[in-house]
């Protein structure tokens, strides 16, 4: 059994708290770099290669698999270019933080520009973050809502 000594706990923490403090940086770059539609800054904010997991939805045209920075920064393009601007509402209730992992829970909404019709619900945001870039991006939402609205 090894024992650390108070320093070393200390050491560990002061790293912990670093690591953490530099993912919920990076979380809130890109939480506020979305709704700007500032693909180039998203770009920069994911890796090379990301872990995108979004359940494919085919009837919905902004929902498809990603797995490059430039992929996942269009996703916030397509986005807008299929809903309704001044309709979008999203609230995040829950923001935590461990290490390089964040976790985002809220609610969402909006209006489908092609069929006028809304979806709302809730989500929940997993994302890596790794040497300041996004790795690994995950989210769970009322795919439902947002198929229905879809569908003409």
Request: a negative charge; hydrophobic letters at 45%; proline letters at 5%.
């Amino acid at each position: 059994m090894s024992v650390k000594s108070p320093a070393a706990n200390a050491d560990s923490a002061t790293v912990a708290s670093s690591v953490a403090e530099a993912t919920r940086a990076v979380v809130q770059d890109f939480l506020a770099a979305r709704p700007a539609g500032g693909t180039e800054r998203l770009v920069a904010l994911f890796a090379d290669e990301v872990d995108w997991v979004l359940a494919e939805n085919p009837s919905v045209p902004w929902i498809r698999p990603r797995a490059t920075a430039a992929e996942c920064a269009a996703q916030a393009t397509e986005l807008m270019e299929h809903t309704v601007p001044e309709d979008a509402r999203a609230s995040v209730d829950t923001f935590l933080v461990d290490g390089t992992d964040a976790v985002l829970m809220g609610h969402l909404s909006g209006t489908v520009r092609a069929t006028g019709k809304s979806f709302e619900g809730p989500f929940a945001l997993h994302l890596t973050v790794e040497n300041g870039r996004i790795t690994r991006h995950r989210l769970y939402e009322n795919s439902l809502s947002i198929a229905e609205a879809c569908a003409r």
